[in-house]
């Protein structure tokens, strides 16, 4: 009784499955019927929208309404100013109506996927340089290229700015804003040591010599904070660069090449293994967030770590003086180089929406990025005592009349770091696990060999990723 | 007799045995709790310190003179700005410091002026807009004098013409601290006060600034009932949830308990329901969000509740207490004609608090952690529950890791209420839907 | 419904025929809605390569199937994920059940007892994570520093990569028990005492009253537990996601971890859809086999 039972229940839930899957059949036509009217509308909607507005937007100058998710929270410093600023374009453009969103400071990435996939993506979205490959790729950013040919200001913007938005001519992206990245060091500890910066960060040898000299126990201190998280490749392609080698190539076809077992990449993760097993010279928690190892350099346990030039500000508002920060580029590696990495962000526009709003977009991410607005951030970091960005996406703006009061040796390491710079390595977004990988088990095995771990690492990279990358490139 | 004293020696080592891993396990299970609610008293500075610290430092008043004596008098506001000035700069200065409140007094030929003063839980709330970084100007003191008002970050009482007389105080304290402040005010050409003295007292009263940290911080992001309506949010959604649980679980567990005799059905049934809890909720969440878009819910507090609608352990534990409930009882009140919705209504459920206040509490504990949902669907922070906002808190740039764990602890009170007041009845009900062996 | 012979056969007729569609149809539909069409969607979406701007995309058919199973790196979070599962089989899952049968001897301050084992339950799970983190950190958390008085560590925690693993169940074993240990005691409080007494004077000793009374009265709670521990751990995302994020070099990824990342980091819906789907499997099968092995012993 009771087994016949027992075999009737397997049954009933093999039932319940092969109905889920027949009813998923059944759904699949509902499914697509439902979805495909409804990825239809949105641009049918938009099209519909512009219809109605682009004869009457030129005639009577209707409103355009554009949707931006770049609303200050409540309690931002700058809340008030941002909302004048805000107001002054709405005069100035009384045609463009901007609804400012708001959104959390976690998991934007979430937010925001969720709101394309939903097609609620708004008109302007600023995103961060390592996403725009990406984005790109799928479509989610707009070619702005005709709009950027098209627009009288645009020589004002940096060259260099344009780099990471660009893909084969096209541009995608309007900068927003830039950092550079060096090494940030604590020069009282440096001096408490009888150490000299500019000899100590020389060159490789110097550097970890050094850092050990600055790594006591007994003190809690440590000479070097290095980032083995989960975006240890981050930092880690720096090393490469400066052992002369990069951690991908592409190819003149368009296709990536992988590089991870080069005498490049080897030497660079050697490098990273001695600083925490020969020199011992790093924090026992390798493993520990970017948040943690900002916080060991400010509280004054860490005495160097690397740093975009735009943290400078927190950290000083976090408790580090002023007085006490070294910014330069990074000690050079066997090639006689260390290119600073350059990071930023950039607005990016939605395709789906209409040209018209397109434009309107176009205008408001060129207004928040021209020469007077940016001048008038500056001058209010100034007059309340904040930290400015040291870098600007202009070459029209002198960041430097702005900057009474801050150490001149900051400001001109920053300015120095940004006068050889790279790009992150090609591909960064779908390779990152793969190479974070190597470095982690460098960094939290001392036996660990090298080559081998980067070899396995490259061949699953390849065989994962790259294979289907450079086929979808042929295609 | 024989049998009792062996009965008794086992006894002994049970009871042994039972205190024994009792007391450890909740000792064990204690330890995070109570480094939580110690940090939350703590400086920030102590709670990464090397050995560890269990006890609180209490934190610092520091009692600052100022002498305007022999200098141009000024009007009754530059004499705020100059005290504003003299407690925000060198306290910024100090960030890091376990500082409780600071004092200052002004004088003037022996008589007191004014007062100023400012506790750490406004220096904490205030610091980001007040002073962002060390660069500190005389101008800018301008720009946030009416900030410091208009929040009442600090208090300023002017005395003028009337003030009580100063004995002679006892010069600078001898701490690093006061001599830090003290040699910020030698080398600072901002502050126009000459120190008299700089005194330290422990301020034991502001140990529980972090606690206020928070709450002020929070007020700032939301208003005055901003952070209440992140609280009612809460409590919406929260309760909804329990109570549409109770009602469609409690109306499927009866019906799977006594309405269906095919056992064929009733597996099918159950299995429908169960099956669900093996789906990853988050994977679920892209196409859960496509479906509350298509039903025009996206930022409404209806988006958190409705999934919570369907969680099938809740209609598993319904069924097993129903089906203790005599069939002949409810057979009795059939016969009397009593429609089948009656029946449930005005017998089963007077006969099944406890499984319903069982059930309150398994789904209030998730529904008011939930965080990653809830945040996808409403990113209008009107929409926001509790979770959210204290997660968004979290984030920001002056709060510390003492006032996390201040928020966390106050967190828990709710549910430390509930529990308190619930655990009776979730016994019973568990006692009821667990006889079936 | 096979109900002894009553009078009034119409009426129940007619109640009995319509009661339970109408009692069961708003939950189904719930179900419905909020639980089956979403995963039935996701079932479609794993059929194509998702587009997020022109969904659903390319129909690719078994592709995004064949895919992540030809891939070392969902394979290592299978067996990342079975770790995990061993690993609180093992420490966590048995330790409330015998928390609570010792409890059940407790007379004295019972009730604080009980209360004290729920104090860790209502922490903010997040919170909990963080100072068990902290807990951790070689440089200057607790753990190490107390271990050293005994002449034990110091131990790397996290920054093993043997022990990961370990490192991320051990806040489970002292904590977050507090509701299962809730729900056996009360099991256990439930049975009737005549059937303990009546063993009592049969000779059985206590500890065996224990083993052979208590424990097999409460198996049907065990049971329910079980079936929401497998699931519960199987897709076990935020306490691993605060605690390593899937680090160190993947040492602690799960499939559901996985099942995030290819979705929101890599905007890859579909195989992402393919590997939840996968994972549902896995667990219905289990619950099953389970099912099929506590019936056999009844």
Known sequence: MKKKIRLSAASMLLLTVALTTAACGGNNGNGNGNASPSTNTAPENNAAASDSESPSASAQEDAVEIVVWDKPSADAADKAFKEEAFAAFEAKYPNIKVTHVEQTKEKEREQFMTAVAGGEQPDLYKNPYPDMESYIAQGIAADITDLWNGFEGKDGYLPSSLNAATVDGKIYGVPNDMYVTGLLYNKQMFADAGLDPAASLKDWDSFGAAAQKMTDASKGTYGYAILGMDWADWFFEYYVWQAGGDLTEKQPDGTAKLTFTSDATIKALQYYKDLKFKYKATQKNVVQSLDDNQKDFYTGRAASMIAGSDWIGGLVAKGMDLNNIGFSALPAGPSGKAPSQVGGSYWILNPKSSPEKQQAAFTYATYMTSKEYLQSVLQYNKDNGMFPNLLSVRTDVAVTDYVDGLPAEVVSGVQAAAKDTHLEYFLKARLSPYIVKPIQEALLNEKADLKSVLQTAQDLAQKEVVDKYNEEVKK | ?437 | MSIPGVNNRMTRITNIRWMPVLFLLPSVLCYLLFKYYPLLSMVRVSFFRYSIVNPPGEFIGLANYTEFLTSSTFWQAVSNTFVFFALYLGLTFWIPIVQALLLSDIRKANAFFRFMYQLPTIMPAVAGVLVWKWMYNPDFGLLNYWLHFFGLGPYMWLNDLNITKLAIVLPAVFAGNGISLLLYYSAIKSIPTEILEAAKVDGASPWRRMWTMLLPNIRFIIVIQFIAFMSGVLLAYDNIYVMTQGGPAGSTTVVSMLVVNTAFQQSRFGISGAMSLFMFFVIALLTVLQNKISAEKD
């Open chain 2, 1 to 437: 007799m024989k049998r009792t004293r062996m009965a008794e020696k086992g006894q002994r080592s049970l009871s042994f045995t039972a205190y024994a891993v009792t007391i450890l396990f909740t000792v064990f299970s204690l330890i995070p709790v109570l480094w939580m609610v110690s940090s939350a008293f703590k400086s920030d500075k102590d709670i990464d310190a090397y050995p560890p610290k269990w006890i609180p430092q209490i934190p610092q008043s520091i009692r600052v003179t100022l002498d305007y004596s022999g200098l141009e008098p000024m009007e009754q506001a530059d004499y705020e700005k100059d005290a504003m000035e003299a407690t925000w700069f060198p306290w910024m200065k100090n960030i890091r410091e376990n500082i409780g409140e600071v004092r200052i007094t002004g004088i003037r030929d022996g008589k007191k002026i004014f007062q100023a003063y400012t506790e750490s839980s406004s220096f904490r709330a205030g610091q980001p807009s007040i002073v962002p970084s060390t660069l500190f100007t005389d101008r800018l003191m301008d720009r946030k004098l009416p900030m410091i008002r208009e929040k009442k970050l600090s208090t300023f009482t002017w005395y003028g013409d009337g003030g009580s007389d100063v004995s002679d105080g006892k010069g600078v304290a001898e701490s690093a601290l006061s001599s830090r402040f003290a040699d910020f005010y030698g080398s600072s050409e901002i502050i126009q006060g000459k120190i008299a003295t700089i005194e330290e007292k422990q301020a034991w009263t502001r140990m529980f600034d972090s606690f206020i940290a928070v709450n002020k911080i929070a007020m700032n992001a939301a208003g005055p009932l901003g952070f209440m309506k992140y609280f009612i949010n809460s409590a919406i959604v929260t309760l909804s949830s329990v109570a549409i649980q109770l009602f469609l679980g409690g109306l499927a567990g009866y019906t799977l308990a006594h309405l269906i005799a095919n056992k064929k059905w009733q597996f099918f049934w159950i299995m429908f329901f169960l099956a669900t809890i093996m789906i990853p909720d988050i994977s679920l969440l892209l196409p859960l969000y496509l479906l509350m878009k298509d039903l025009h819910l996206v930022n409404s507090l209806w988006a958190i509740i409705l999934p919570h609608s369907a969680w099938g352990i809740i209609i598993f534990l319904f069924k097993g207490f129903f089906e203790q409930i005599s069939k002949e009882l409810l057979q009795a009140a059939r016969v009397d004609g009593a429609t089948e919705f009656r029946t449930f209504l005005q017998i089963v459920v007077p006969l099944s608090v406890p499984i319903f206040a069982a059930v309150s509490v398994l789904t209030f504990i998730p529904v008011w952690n939930e965080f990653v949902w809830p945040l996808v669907v409403n990113n209008l922070p009107q929409y926001w529950t509790f979770t959210v906002a204290l997660n968004d808190l979290q984030n920001q740039s002056n709060v510390q890791q003492n006032m996390i764990m201040a928020s966390s602890f106050i967190s828990m009170i709710p549910l430390l209420v509930i529990f308190v007041f619930a655990q009776k009845y979730i016994e019973k009900g568990v006692a009821f839907s667990g006889v079936k062996g």
